[in-house]
């Protein structure tokens, strides 16, 4: 896997590669990813909100950033972050009981339960997602991981860009 480098420019103007960002196959479907200023570790854009919170933090910055993803990949990414998310409601709501009865044991297992799908979550996200974080002062969407057929595509769409920019 490489990572690759997209100018806003381009995000702005539409231009993106026609190829996924995970498994390099062809496709026309894209998704719209945040795009968050970030120096700490790319796993922890993987925890549940945390592109939202980085982005909106004071001093923080954000940018809907296009990417080409397959039906196979996309569907792969909800199956997970859905697993998860209801492992999460489903935590909640232990931890909702466990507090309206005060019953210990269950606010205890709701918390186990939501603090595991949370690291799953951050897990698949590092695993099997991609990270898109900006640097706003060069115009630059750094994505990571990507295919290295993406990566070549990104490359040209980048070259063009600048020669003509």
Do not use: K
Not at 19 to 25: D, Q, W, Y
Not at 46 to 69: C, D, F, K, M, Y
Not at 72 to 78: F, K, M, R
Request: proline letters at 4%; a positive charge; glycine letters at 12%.
């Amino acid at each position: 896997m490489a990572r690759s480098v997209l100018r806003l420019a381009d995000q702005h103007a539409g231009r993106f590669p026609d190829r996924c960002v995970l498994s390099g196959v062809r496709t026309d479907r894209a998704v719209r990813c945040a795009a968050v200023r970030w120096g700490g570790r790319r796993w922890l854009l993987g925890v549940p909100a945390a592109t939202w919170i980085v982005g909106h933090r004071p001093g923080g910055q954000r940018e809907l950033v296009s990417l080409p993803v397959t039906e196979t990949v996309w569907s792969t990414w909800s199956r997970r972050n859905l697993s998860t998310l209801l492992l999460m409601v489903f935590g909640a709501g232990l931890i909702a009981g466990g507090v309206v009865i005060d019953d210990g044991g269950l606010l205890s297992t709701g918390m186990a339960i939501v603090a595991l799908a949370a690291a799953y979550r951050a897990r698949a996200h590092h695993n099997y997602w991609t990270t898109c974080t900006l640097d706003p002062g060069a115009g630059l969407v750094i994505v990571d991981p990507a295919h290295p057929d993406f990566d070549r595509q990104a490359r040209e769409l980048f070259t063009r860009s600048i020669g003509h920019g």
